[in-house]
């Protein structure tokens, strides 16, 4: 998706001249807005595009836009309003005409291709269509799996008693976390024998995956560290406790060793987190595929003062989708789960801290943690990202 900046200040709207132009017939465009606080009261807006005497609205709420199939012009004006007459001046766009904006009529040759190739769109649609009860088969299974998850975790010892609330963990392990539980406090101690490597505070599902994982401390020789972090809950965490190196895979016992802890960890509902936080909000909009180029390629910058992330919509992707908080040098610092592989997750709901060593996010079908690609091409996603400060 090639994106197209428009900046508004003071009711003026300018087009950002090094993103080219837009070549006329083709469908692939979106606009992103950057607004002045002027607009912040309006989340409902309309843009819209004149050209040749014609124009098309196109309501939008947020910042981004779908930019409609633009015809045989050399320039398109853009603007916005709403519906309490705040509006724009026109920013100038200029176009490209298309192949397809020449005359000609087609030959007999070409028109019996074109019959053909309906015929073979008809026939995709009809397959289509039949493999929507394999869709909602899958989804029948995800829902069911939910709900056993939910019971065992009833079942559990740890199951939300009050008592529970607070455990510790002073050799390497995993403990329950208890039901409600949105945060853990991880307080105590950590000394490492290993340098080179790093203990991570880990997150895992009811297989033992690790899903999100947060770094605690070096893995330096005889070296002991003071630990106190404060982490969210996953939503499909089940178990939580340290693990040595850290990367996304399974928990697995054998590899964990070269270290020791004597920490606290104290759970808490904490029904506060989220926009209640009384502090300043800002919403931003992700949708697939992506051609972000501001900061680094394929990362969103995170605005200063923000203390967390949250995070609503639906994504679905191949080998799974991963929302990854990224510092210097594009290196990934933490990942979270937002999908399993193949698996629509049509619920995303989730609220995460964000440090002080976080300066971009991306969405990415890797949750390893090593330097940051984009792969836009093997999932999709429709997020809603607001930042809290």
């Not at 994106?3 to 003071?10: C, K």
């Not at 000609?104 to 008809?122: F, I, P, V």
């Not at 964990?256 to 987190?273: A, I, K, P, Q, S």
Request: aromatic letters at 10%.
């Amino acid at each position: 998706m090639k994106t197209i900046h428009i900046n508004v200040f003071d009711k003026v709207a300018t087009s950002r001249q090094r993103d080219g132009m837009i070549v006329c017939g083709n469908g692939n465009y979106q606009v992103q807005f950057t607004f002045d606080n002027e607009w912040d009261a309006h989340d409902q807006k309309t843009a819209r595009f004149i050209w040749n005497g014609q124009y098309i609205d196109v309501p939008f709420t947020g910042e981004v836009c779908q930019v409609p199939v633009i015809s045989n012009t050399l320039s398109v004006s853009v603007g916005v309003y709403t519906e309490d007459l705040s509006t724009t001046t026109p920013a100038i766009i200029e176009c490209k005409k298309s192949i397809l904006c020449m005359g000609g009529e087609a030959s007999a040759e070409e028109r019996e291709r074109q019959a053909d190739r309906a015929e073979a769109a008809a026939d995709r649609a009809e397959a289509a269509a039949d493999s929507m009860g394999d869709i909602e088969d899958r989804i029948s299974e995800l829902e069911r799996l939910v709900e056993q998850l939910l019971n065992d975790t009833d079942d559990d010892d740890n199951g939300g008693s009050e008592e529970n609330k607070t455990l510790t963990i002073d050799y390497p392990s995993l403990v329950n976390i208890p039901m409600g539980a949105t945060s853990v406090s991880v307080s105590g101690t950590c000394t490492g024998y290993m340098s080179g490597g790093v203990v991570n505070f880990v997150f895992v599902d009811g297989n033992n995956n690790i899903i999100y994982h947060k770094e605690l401390c070096s893995g330096a020789d005889n070296e002991t560290f003071i630990i106190g972090e404060k982490i969210d809950v996953p939503l499909e965490a089940t178990k939580c406790g340290t693990y040595y190196m850290g990367a996304d895979n399974v928990y697995n016992e054998s590899d964990n060793y070269g270290y020791e802890c004597n920490l606290t960890l104290d759970f808490d509902d904490d029904t506060d987190n989220g926009n209640d936080s009384g502090g300043n909000t800002t919403k931003i909009k992700i949708e697939n595929p992506q051609d972000i180029d501001y900061g680094n390629a394929g990362l969103y910058n995170i605005p200063d003062g923000t203390t967390k992330i949250k995070v609503s919509g639906r994504c679905i992707g191949l080998f799974g989708v991963w929302l990854a908080l990224v510092g210097d040098y594009d290196q990934v610092l933490y990942t979270y789960k937002l999908s399993e592989p193949d698996v629509e997750n049509t619920n995303v709901d989730l609220t995460l801290d964000v440090y002080s060593d976080v300066l971009y996010y991306g969405v990415t079908s890797t949750g390893a943690t090593n330097q940051y690609f984009s792969s836009g091409e093997t999932y999709t996603c429709d997020l809603t990202i607001e930042f809290i400060g």
